[in-house]
């Protein structure tokens, strides 16, 4: 069973705007880690972001940010000043203990920016 | 460093055939998994293993076998291909959670399209 849901299967944004995709997940553990990839095109899984569970502060990575809200399993990822090469799939994922460790991911968000 | 190495990057197969999807890595991590893609429905865990000589299935490991006599080496085999494993496979590997600390992510293969006619 998925238990990393993306309940946005597309987004649009213009450029220099600000959008959030959003990802929630299930868990009964404490230790894990939530991800957020970008893959454009080329096929590539590019690491935008990262999140420990047992860090309150929200990771951010110049233009890209968190809300990491744990009590409610959100983990939402925030695109400032969207670029055009911004364009691409993301797709949230959750490193999670279930007695062995593993990575699953959501279904993804395809995200366009346009001018 | 070349990361995570997976071949080949394209292949046809005829229904009933059997290949190998090879991956290494050089990172010495523990933890690799095999991904398929397909359309709306993200990347769908195959199999995964936590060190050399542990494996385990995931969400969809029903066609496929996978061992990992090594911690660098973790292939993936499709017995009897079907049309249904016409995909996009990714290989990933990364530290377990609590060894690699703050740097903690999955590296990824290039991925190989797999057309089952």
């Known amino acids: 069973a998925q238990t990393v849901t993306q309940s946005q299967p597309e987004m649009s944004v213009q450029e220099a705007e600000t959008v959030t995709l959003s990802c929630t997940y299930d868990?009964?553990?404490?230790?894990?880690?939530l991800f957020w990839y970008k893959q454009p095109p080329s096929r590539q899984m590019i690491l935008v972001i990262r999140?420990?569970?047992?860090?309150?502060q929200n990771a951010t990575e110049n233009r890209f940010s968190v809300n990491f809200q744990k009590a409610a399993k959100s983990f939402s990822l925030k695109i400032s000043d969207s670029q055009l090469g911004d364009t691409a799939m993301y797709f949230c994922?959750?490193?999670?203990?279930?007695?062995?460790?593993?990575?699953?991911f959501g279904t993804g968000t395809r995200l366009l920016v346009s001018p | 460093n070349a990361g995570v190495t997976q071949t080949p990057k394209f292949q046809v197969l005829k229904t009933g055939q059997s290949m190998t999807l090879q991956c290494a890595q050089d990172?010495?991590?523990?933890?690799m998994s095999w991904y398929r893609q397909d359309p709306g429905m993200g990347l769908r865990l195959i199999h995964y293993?936590?060190?050399?000589?542990?494996?385990d299935q995931g969400e969809v490991p029903n066609g496929y076998n996978v061992s990992r006599s090594t911690t660098e080496d973790f292939p993936l085999r499709l017995l009897s291909a079907a049309p249904s494993q016409t995909s996009v496979y990714f290989c990933?590997?990364?530290?377990?959670?609590?060894?690699?600390?703050?740097?903690?992510?999955?590296?990824f293969g290039q991925g190989t399209r797999l057309t089952v006619v």
């Open positions: 994922a959750f490193f999670m203990n279930t007695g062995f460790q593993k990575l699953v």
């Open positions: 293993s936590v060190g050399a000589g542990i494996t």
């Open positions: 990933a590997s990364s530290y377990l959670v609590g060894r690699g600390g703050g740097n903690t992510e999955a590296f």
């Open positions: 990172m010495n991590h523990e933890y």
């Open positions: 868990t009964s553990e404490n230790n894990y880690y």
């Open positions: 999140q420990e569970a047992y860090k309150q």
